[in-house]
């Protein structure tokens, strides 16, 4: 390969004129292909001194080299993986400490144990609370709620009948609030779980004629369960098919099991299908206005 021959290659001049050779010559180095350029910078020691300074400058000027004494970054250490008692600890600080991505989902746990709490500290039965204390506190009462009080169909969402009941829907929320929470935002979550407990008691109303004293967070719960349903089905989550449909199969396990379970027992189903329908064909589909799509596309074939 033929060297290209530079301009300038007599020596530079010294005196007065130098200051005008030096601006000449960086004029006429600004013209130059950075190809030449680097054939000069790394071949420096062939010619005279300042005609490797000029090419060197250039491609410093044109952000080609890195100015002198600004070394290059050295790259950031990698981040150490986090332990099981760091995991732990996020996924405890996420139960109750509201953030920016999850802030209804806490706040609707922290309020329901506080209410619990209130309730153990007035005398009421951590394991057994009486039908009448139920009351007192808010519960869904076929008597009561309508059309005199129907606040009850807000509060008797607050309040539960024992300590296991509190920490198996506190735990359902948990897990679909992470599911949902940070996809939807906080509002959307909030509006569909309050509306399907409202549709949850409306439905455990009509449903027992005879009367009914229902308490729980299991309608409002049932209908998260359909909001992601509607979510799923409606391709507004960022999964492919695959994942959408192991998702999907889950959610409905969940679903029919929990059902199933309601069978037998002092459970209020009634509640839980009208959650569900609620979360399902009304609350869910409504707060997906405004709401952008994000499914990503693979292994469709």
Known sequence: MQAPTPAGHGPAGSGPDSNSTAALAARLFAQKPEAELLYLAQNAARYPPAVGAAAVAELQRRGLLPELGRPAPSPSPAAEPETWVELVGQLLRGLFIPSRRFLSTPLLIDLNLLIFG?????????????????????????????????????????????????????????????????????????????????????????WHTEGINSVGASGAIFGLYGF????LIGKRLVLDKSDRRAMLGLVLY?????????????????????GLATGLLLAGPLALFGLKGGEVVRNEQ
């Not at 009486?130 to 506190?137: A, D, E, S, Y």
């Open 118 to 206: 209130l309730m153990v500290l007035s005398g009421v039965s951590a394991s057994d609370p009486t039908g009448h204390q139920l009351v007192r506190w808010g519960s869904n009462v076929s008597s009561l709620t309508l059309p005199d009080q129907p606040w009850r169909l807000l509060t008797c969402l607050f309040v539960h009948a024992g300590l296991a009941h509190l920490l198996l829907n506190i735990f359902s929320l948990w897990l679909l609030g992470l599911l949902v929470e940070d996809r939807v935002g906080p509002l959307r979550l909030l509006l569909v779980y309050l509306a399907s407990g409202v549709g949850g008691g409306l439905a455990s109303l009509a």
């Open 228 to 231: 992601l349903l509607t979510l």
């Open 254 to 274: 969940l679903v029919f099991s929990n059902l199933l379970s309601g069978l037998t027992g002092n459970i209020d189903n009634a509640a839980h299908i009208g």
